[in-house]
């Protein structure tokens, strides 16, 4: 079975902070994502990495950097965090296929900024 | 620019009720099509997905999804839901040959027993 792992369930931060989001795959998988998942707005797309250091902004980009520096690690950073950025970070994986393009989901960090 | 689009965020129904969930997409060509479902607390987890051949799709618990070029949708069945089927299901999609995937902004369903 595919595992997407984020480092945390559970984060709280003070606004103004530097915040790390870690998440993890163990299915040599060459895409991995991040979204944020709101109320009524379903799962927008940060970030997206397709390999190793390379990396394509998503719809809602602005406040956050990633970084990949091994194919099975992708970090999601939120330079200064803000109230706005409260919200459910899902991390994503999936082949790099041109038909099977599935991913597969970690259990999500709920952040809460302060 | 939403490339995915899902109808009707919140829907309620009885058991045994019969459930249809729109969702439309804006790519033209070859797609791939997901439906996915978040159980309360849980992760996304795939229903089910179409790539290519058969329109229909049977999926896991008794869904199902049509493919309908022509309407460019990929609306998700269910003939008989059950308490258990509450739940946000989400529709997402990638256009033939790239990965980026796109997510509809999903449909709260609740069963009343």
């Known amino acids: 079975d595919v595992k997407v792992t984020q480092s945390s369930r559970y984060l709280v931060k003070r606004t103004g902070e530097k915040v790390f989001l870690e998440c993890v795959q163990d299915?040599?998988?060459?895409?991995m994502f991040w979204y944020r998942q709101d109320p009524g707005l379903g799962l927008r797309l940060i970030y997206f990495s397709y390999d190793v250091k390379m990396k394509e902004k998503g719809d809602i980009p602005e406040g956050y950097s990633v970084s990949r520096e091994k194919k099975e690690r992708f970090s999601l950073i939120l330079e200064s965090a803000s109230t706005n950025q409260t919200s459910m970070y899902l991390c994503a994986s999936s082949l790099e296929s041109v038909m099977n393009t599935e991913a597969f989901f970690g259990q999500g960090t709920r952040l809460t900024v302060v | 620019a939403q490339s995915v689009s899902q109808h009707n965020h919140h829907v309620i129904l009885s058991e045994a009720a019969s459930l249809e969930l729109g969702c439309n997409y804006s790519y033209g060509g070859t797609v791939n099509l997901f439906w996915y479902v978040q159980y309360p607390g849980q992760h996304l987890q795939l229903l089910l997905k179409?790539?290519?051949?058969?329109?229909l799709v049977k999926g896991i618990k008794g869904f199902e999804a049509e493919f309908i070029k022509s309407k460019f949708s990929f609306n998700l069945r269910k003939p008989s839901v059950q308490w258990s089927d509450t739940a946000e299901y989400f529709c997402?999609?990638?256009?033939?040959?790239?990965?980026?995937?796109?997510f509809g902004k999903g449909n709260q369903v609740v069963v009343i027993p």
């Open positions: 299915m040599d998988h060459e895409n």
């Open positions: 179409y790539f290519s051949g058969d329109p």
């Open positions: 997402a999609g990638t256009p033939y040959g790239n990965n980026r995937l796109a």
